[in-house]
């Protein structure tokens, strides 16, 4: 069984910052990109960040340069830094991970979802 858990939302102000973490568990043998979605009220899931197996970042526009997606050394952990963040971060974010698990077929695994408020 896989576990994708994300952890560290919560109330920032304007303008500030808030780090998320997201870990993968379980039957693993490998995982081949681990990365962050998002849904704020009333909109669909919205693309974030991506992190591949070999550590190449990628990011959405809205977010490129104040997000930075990083990795621990076992490969099974992320992180999402948040800087400047805007009222429009306001969402729940979901982590996911493109998992191959052992004795099974690659899948995709998602987390429960963790919310970040953004206001004053």
């Known amino acids: 069984q896989v576990h994708v858990v994300e952890s560290g939302g919560g109330l920032v102000q304007p303008g500030g910052a808030l780090g998320l973490s997201c870990v993968a568990s379980?039957?693993?043998?490998?995982?081949?990109?681990m990365g962050w979605y998002r849904r704020a009220p009333g909109k669909q899931r919205e693309y974030v960040a991506a992190l591949t197996s070999g550590g190449n970042p990628n990011y959405a526009d809205s977010v490129k340069g104040r997000f930075t997606i990083s990795r621990d050394n076992a490969g099974n952990t992320v992180h999402l830094q948040m800087n400047s963040l805007k009222p429009e971060d306001t969402a729940v974010y979901y982590c996911?991970?493109?998992?191959?698990?052992?004795?099974?077929?690659?899948?995709?695994?998602w987390g429960q979802g963790t919310q970040v408020t953004v206001s004053s």
């Open positions: 996911y991970g493109d998992v191959t698990p052992i004795a099974r077929s690659r899948a995709t695994y």
């Open positions: 379980g039957s693993i043998f490998s995982i081949n990109a």
